[in-house]
């Protein structure tokens, strides 16, 4: 299923073909040629380039967290973005964002969102990370409780006793919880 | 199974969204989860995250519910006003109703209604936990009943903690506010969790009690006026939470000639806002403006922003303070009493009428029967109501009404507001007995100086026409003494009246008849040196078939009769026949003959020596002057029942115990039973008198269950070892089962425990 993604990404670089391109190597050897704007979305990307003044633009940075399906989630959702921002500078389209924003997440499974997440806080995309833990938390509301410890991997460290006391206390807070 | 595992600080962004419940229940995910969502830092993290962002708006619902409890409709903040959901407080406070001081953050701060600011609810509604505030900086003051409190909550970003001042203000809260001294203020912070005092400058406020606070830029705003000036001197009073001082903000020149405003704080888009409503005579709005504050703490930046005028005409919405002045009626009658009793007026009639749901003497003023004052009484008995048995010297000589009449006869002195009830009898095997009634005479002997009761007890149907099974059996209560004895009579005769205090030449008279000839009527007399029963003849009064309905009475020292000549709808005439010289029948003489030209319903009796009273109208009584031969109405409106003459006295100083009218008692949460029992009043706080009756204390207490504040009968069962509530709407009228046992301990029980309950509440102001 990445491989779509892969394509709509290629689609689109190819329409600018003078914008300057910076290459980004993701943990299991694969290249991605950014343009620009897109790449510079990517804090850790910014800060490399800014500091390191001796970087040429045939330099590949090397991005070893992050691997080759979250690098595509991550560069379909800031090249959606750097379009939004070309067409409308002033004033994001609300709509259209939240529509692009829910098509985007819906694709993806709780490991790729978690992969995506820990990806995001590595290439510190403040913005994104901000909607992956948004979309997290949605995914995350009103479930079980062992929902919750399969979707963050937690193993339970409560004796029994104990669990069953918290659940004893806090009765009300398990009721009405939606289905797994 | 997974093999991400996201670091920490994603985590705890990914938790902080998430609403509270679900917080709670994954509590119990791991252990490392329960100690980052229960952590202080996460906390704030969350409020922060949540605060301005899916709040709703809360409405204190006043409806009342099934159970009693207000509950709480959380509406949602779109405009359209959703119900979210409604919740009822899970708790209860003294008064069984509660008032909002503030809500920020999620966090609810609540009093109770009638005892504001005393006792302090924090509680958080989403995960049901409460803190409950009882102490304060000025414990000496604290309980004081006259003291009431003003009361803001906020939160102060600068260290990160929920405060809450009190401004306690000393004077009575029912009556304008008169500053006795200055108020005192103090702070609470929930990160300390402890008040501490702060100054305040002296002598100079007083903050509106109902007035809702608001809280601009971390500040508490009040509406205040200054003591020390006239009316009109107003202000806003400010508390910041952050540097714990007061100050003061000056208020617009919002006022126009010929109006009534009505002042309250708002918040308009984060600005200080005034509220001024207009209300014309009728309590209808008139006009609302509002004046905003451009910029904070400049009173030149005040503008009138807005001037909302209705439509129609809106109803002054009904405001606490309209209930609360329902609600201190009773306080505010004895305080009227007090000052009467210091005035040290001559004699005054007392008369006695019903008015709904209410035991009530009314004094008038004797000689132009004026409306003096008004006596509630402050106890209850079986029945609905009380009767009249008798006045003598101002000891009021009260039993229970109908079928329970002399049962139980409680002395009252309204003047000193001593009591003393009389439960025992001589003959306490046939006392209790259906069927049985009584008759009381009440009077006092000159000779023993003391106080005497007189009790027939018949055995006969109260309901039928008395037929004599067997000799009545009368004793004898001597105050005094404090005890009934028995005395031997043959009987042979029926007293029609129910009560006599008719004493002339040291005797009891009742007019009676005798049960071997119905129509033999005489004067039963009881005299009081040797305790034995005699007859007077009476005279020939009788007029030809014609009924007659006599009564017996006093006529400058001397015995009279008033014997009114009835036809079918009431008496034609009255006659007032004089026994010139006591115990010879020849002196009777026909001493007035009134007629009156509209039809007299009965004769009230004789007030004053000289004057008859008469009612001729069921809403208007006739005063007419024996001397000076001239009638005048009595500008009495209310339906008058008996009547009696009433002075001031000590009587029973000694003897009664205290009813404590004007002391309100404060039972505060409950009272203790000896050393190991506490028994909790469920909502009742203040009782204000006490009675014991078949095993149960009762007492009045002011009750706010209900919405109408009235007062209800709060009952201590003794064998139970429990409060309870009469839930009869009125003040009277308990119905209980009799029990025998434990009576006679249970009254003794109930004086300690009305000594207890006094201990109690003098512990509570020393604490």
Not at chain 2, 326 to 339: D, F, H, M, Q, S
Not at chain 2, 448 to 460: A, H, L, P, S, W
Request: aromatic share 12%.
């Amino acid at each position: 299923m990445s491989s779509s993604i892969a394509s709509s990404s290629s689609s689109s670089s190819s329409s600018s073909k003078k914008e300057k391109k910076i290459s980004l190597k993701t943990s299991d050897g694969e290249v991605f040629e950014v343009e620009e704007p897109v790449a510079m979305q990517l804090e850790i990307v910014r800060s490399f380039f800014a500091d390191n003044e001796d970087v040429t633009e045939q330099t590949v940075m090397p991005l070893p967290n992050v691997s080759t399906a979250a690098m595509h989630g991550i560069l379909e959702y800031c090249r959606a973005h750097e379009e939004f921002r070309r067409r409308m500078p002033e004033a994001a389209p609300e709509e259209e964002v939240r529509a692009f924003e829910a098509g985007y997440v819906d694709r993806k499974s709780n490991e790729e969102l978690k992969e995506m997440i820990l990806a995001a806080n590595y290439l510190n995309i403040s913005k994104l990370l901000d909607f992956l833990t948004g979309v997290a938390a949605k995914r995350i509301e009103n479930k079980s409780v062992e929902y919750v410890r399969a979707f963050f991997g937690v193993e339970n460290d409560f004796t029994p006793e104990e669990e069953a006391n918290l659940r004893r206390e806090y009765e009300w807070a398990f009721e009405g919880v939606d289905e797994d | 199974m997974s093999s991400i595992h996201l670091p920490i600080e994603i985590l705890y962004d990914i938790l902080g969204r998430l609403p509270v419940k679900d917080l709670i229940r994954y509590m119990s995910v791991c252990k490392s989860w329960r100690d980052l969502i229960t952590h202080p830092n996460f906390i704030s993290t969350h409020m922060n995250l949540h605060r301005n962002t899916d709040g709703y708006v809360l409405f204190h619902n006043l409806v009342i519910r099934g159970d009693g409890l207000k509950c709480y409709s959380c509406l949602s903040r779109d405009k359209n006003y959703v119900e979210h959901s409604s919740f009822d407080i899970p708790f209860s406070c003294q008064s069984g109703d509660f008032q909002l001081v503030g809500s920020v953050n999620g966090l609810l701060c609540l009093s109770d209604s009638q005892y504001f600011g005393r006792t302090i609810y924090l509680w958080n509604p989403s995960i049901w936990k409460l803190k409950v505030l009882r102490s304060s900086c000025f414990n000496h003051n604290y309980c004081d009943i006259g003291n009431f409190s003003a009361v803001g909550f906020g939160f102060d970003h600068h260290h990160n903690d929920f405060k809450i001042v009190r401004i306690m203000s000393f004077g009575d809260f029912c009556q304008p506010y008169v500053e006795k001294e200055p108020p005192r203020a103090e702070v609470y912070s929930l990160a300390r969790n402890s008040w501490r005092r702060i100054g305040i400058k002296a002598g100079c406020i007083a903050i509106d009690k109902f007035a809702k606070a608001v809280v601009v830029r971390g500040t508490i705003h009040w509406f205040a006026s200054r003591t020390k000036e006239a009316s009109g001197s107003n202000f806003i009073l400010t508390f910041d939470f952050g540097s714990e001082e007061f100050r003061e903000i000056m208020l617009p020149r919002y006022h126009y000639d010929g109006g009534r405003p009505e002042v309250s704080l708002r918040v308009l888009r984060e600005s200080l806002a005034l509220v001024v409503g207009w209300y014309n005579n009728y309590e209808l709005v008139e006009c609302w403006d509002v004046w905003v504050m451009g910029e904070y703490g400049m009173a030149e930046s005040w503008t009138k922003r807005y001037s909302i005028v209705p439509e129609e005409r809106c109803l002054r919405r009904y405001t606490f303070r309209e209930e609360k002045k329902e609600c201190i009626r009773a306080p505010t009658k004895k305080v009227a009493l007090k000052g009467e009793r210091q005035r040290r007026l001559p004699v005054q009639d007392l008369m006695r009428y019903r008015c709904i749901g209410g035991n009530i003497f009314s004094l008038f003023n004797k000689n132009n029967y004026a409306l003096h004052s008004i006596l509630e009484v402050p106890f209850s008995c079986e029945t609905v109501d009380f009767r009249l048995a008798g006045c003598v010297d101002g000891l009021l000589c009260l039993t229970d009404s109908c079928h329970l009449f002399g049962r139980t006869i409680y002395l009252w002195n309204p003047s000193i507001w001593k009591l003393k009830v009389l439960r025992d009898s001589c003959f306490a095997r046939q006392y209790r007995e259906v069927g049985n009634f009584f008759v009381i005479g009440f009077g006092f002997h000159h000779q023993t100086n003391d106080y005497k009761i007189v009790r027939i007890m018949y055995f006969g149907n109260h309901f039928c026409q008395y037929v004599e099974k067997q000799p009545p059996k009368v004793e004898v209560y001597s105050l005094a003494r404090n005890s009934w004895r028995s005395i031997g009579t043959n009987g042979g005769w029926y007293t029609r009246d129910k009560s006599s205090t008719v004493v002339v030449n040291g005797a009891l008279h009742w007019f009676a008849s005798k049960t071997a000839d119905a129509s033999a009527d005489f004067v039963l007399k009881f005299d009081f040196s040797v305790e034995e029963f005699g007859e007077i003849l009476l005279p020939n009064y009788h007029c030809d078939g014609k009924s007659f309905r006599v009564s017996v009475t006093v006529l400058k020292e001397s015995l009279a009769l008033i014997v009114c000549c009835l036809n079918g709808y009431g008496s034609e005439h009255c006659d007032i026949w004089v026994m010139r010289e006591y115990g010879v029948t020849d002196s009777w003489t026909k001493q007035y003959s009134v007629v009156t030209e509209e039809i007299c319903y009965r004769c009230l009796g004789i007030v004053n020596n000289n004057v008859l009273l008469l009612d001729c109208n069921r809403n208007e009584f006739l005063s007419y002057d024996l001397e000076k031969l001239q009638v005048k109405p009595i500008g009495v409106k209310e339906y008058l029942g008996d009547f009696t003459y009433f002075t001031e006295s000590l009587v029973l100083y000694n003897e009664g115990f205290s009813v404590t009218p004007r002391k309100y008692l404060l039972v505060e949460g409950g009272i203790h039973l000896g050393k190991r029992k506490r028994s909790v009043i469920p909502s009742a706080a203040y009782l204000f008198s006490a009675l014991v009756v078949n095993g149960a204390v009762h007492w009045l207490g002011y009750t706010t269950g209900e919405s109408s504040n009235i007062a209800l009968p709060v009952t201590f069962d003794f064998d139970y070892e429990k409060f309870g509530e009469t839930n009869i709407g009125s003040r009277e009228g308990f119905g209980f089962t009799l029990r025998r046992k434990k009576r006679r301990s249970a009254v003794l029980a109930a004086e300690q425990l009305i000594m207890e309950a006094e201990i109690i509440q003098f512990k509570g102001m020393a604490r």
